[in-house]
Structures are given as structure tokens and as C-alpha cells.
């Protein structure tokens, strides 16, 4: 299923999320901060990639799949099945 959503975000095939990628997925023009004029798209695109690199991510707003991996393995301890995180991560996205 990781895999799965990672290729699907992945448009150009490249190995990594970029905003590039997400620009056509994720809508930001509700996004309280951007509405106010404090952050751009792109800012608040990179900030939205910032959280799947995790906390062994480096945080530069592009997500390998390995820190992707990382996110989801932490986030699934947490589920109470593998049934219930399929069924989540096809939901997501």
C-alpha cells in the first residue's frame, strides 16, 4: 500500500515528492496562511512534504521513498490492524 500511494504521488517517476509533484493533488487555496498572505503555494507545499520525512527526514521539503517508508512504518504501530491501515491509506489516497 506505501509503495502503492508513493508511485501515485510520484508523477514524474523520480524517485522523490517534490511539489511539482502534489501541485495538481493537494489544493491550497482554502489554506488559512495562504488565504492571509503569510505563506505562498510552494511554501505550503514544502511545508505538507516536510511532514513525511519524519524525524529522520532531512527536511528539505523532498521525500524519498525511504523517508515516506519511515512515516508510514511509525503511523502503522499505531493502527490496530493492517486491515484498518490498508483501508486508511486507500482513503488518503
Known amino acids: 500500500m ?6 501515485a504521488l510520484d508523477r514524474d ?3 522523490q515528492i517534490t511539489t511539482s509533484d502534489i501541485c495538481n493533488t493537494y489544493d491550497v487555496s482554502m489554506n488559512p496562511e495562504f488565504l492571509e498572505g503569510k505563506k505562498t503555494r510552494e511554501e505550503i507545499y514544502k511545508d505538507f512534504l516536510k511532514n513525511f520525512e519524519g524525524p529522520r527526514g532531512n527536511k528539505d521539503g523532498v521525500v524519498l521513498f525511504e523517508e515516506f517508508v519511515d512515516y508510514y512504518t511509525d503511523l502503522a504501530m499505531s493502527t490496530p490492524s493492517d486491515e484498518y491501515f490498508c483501508r486508511m491509506m486507500e482513503s488518503t489516497w
Open 13 to 15: 517517476g523520480s524517485g
Open 2 to 7: 506505501v509503495k502503492k500511494a508513493f508511485a
